[in-house]
């Protein structure tokens, strides 16, 4: 149950678009269509924006999409906007029907 | 709507023990699974258990494995976390969450667990 890898950060301008990655193994992103992402504010609750890969919760902006290749799942964020800013982390459906969150990915707006 | 209250938390002693309570409104309870995560203080997301809908079936993070007992009661839309044999790397604060399509898809606001002699 290691943690998910994410780049520490990703940073893009207003109106352009930037890609998270989340690299797992066999065990986890490999073997199951069961990723989801969740955005975080400081000091706020983290909110679910991607799950199954690339279906978004109702609610969520579609500047928000996900996709997967192999062991390796991917946020992008289209048209980037200021309140993009936040902490990014990726979440996957593991062996054993457990679970392993990411390591985070602060976006920043430059 | 969803509402998810967590309480319990608080100060214990390496080696104690504390029971996490979180109380669900707005939604029908018995029939989602129910998880607990927890984040440790400036620190990433990291989840710590899972249980059914109707209790029958709990998995949980090899960092807790038989030290946290995850439980729920339908009839008081109440799930549970107890904790036993707490280290200070259990310092978090624990939030439990809404279970559906293999997502968390509501969370609670959270509560403080704080392992400290």
């Known amino acids: 149950q290691s943690a998910l890898t994410q780049p520490a950060s990703v940073s893009g301008s207003p109106g352009q678009s930037i890609t998270i990655s989340c690299t797992g193994t066999?065990?986890?992103?490999?073997?199951?269509?069961?990723v989801s992402w969740y955005q975080q504010y400081p000091g706020k609750v983290p909110k679910l924006m991607i799950y199954e890969v690339s279906k978004g919760p109702s609610g969520v902006s579609n500047r928000f999409s996900g996709s997967k290749s192999g062991n390796t799942a991917s946020l992008t964020i289209s048209g980037l906007q200021a309140e993009d800013e936040a902490d990014y982390y990726c979440c996957s459906y593991a062996a054993g029907s457990t679970y392993v969150f990411g390591t985070g990915t602060k976006v920043t707006v430059l | 709507q969803v509402q998810l209250v967590e309480s319990g938390g608080g100060v214990v002693q390496p080696g104690g023990s504390l029971r996490l309570s979180c109380a669900a409104s707005?939604?029908?309870?018995?029939?989602?699974?129910m998880h607990w995560a927890r984040q440790a203080p400036g620190k990433g997301l990291e989840w710590v258990a899972v249980?059914?809908?109707?209790?029958?079936?709990?998995f949980y993070a090899d960092s807790v494995e038989g030290r946290f007992t995850i439980s729920r009661d339908n009839s008081k839309n109440t799930l549970y976390l107890q904790m036993n044999s707490l280290r200070p790397e259990d310092t978090a604060v624990y939030y439990c969450a809404k279970g559906t399509d293999f997502s968390l898809d509501s969370w609670g606001q959270g509560t403080l667990v704080t392992v400290s002699s």
């Open positions: 707005g939604f029908t309870f018995r029939n989602y699974g």
């Open positions: 066999s065990s986890d992103v490999g073997s199951y269509n069961l």
């Open positions: 249980i059914s809908y109707d209790g029958s079936n709990k």
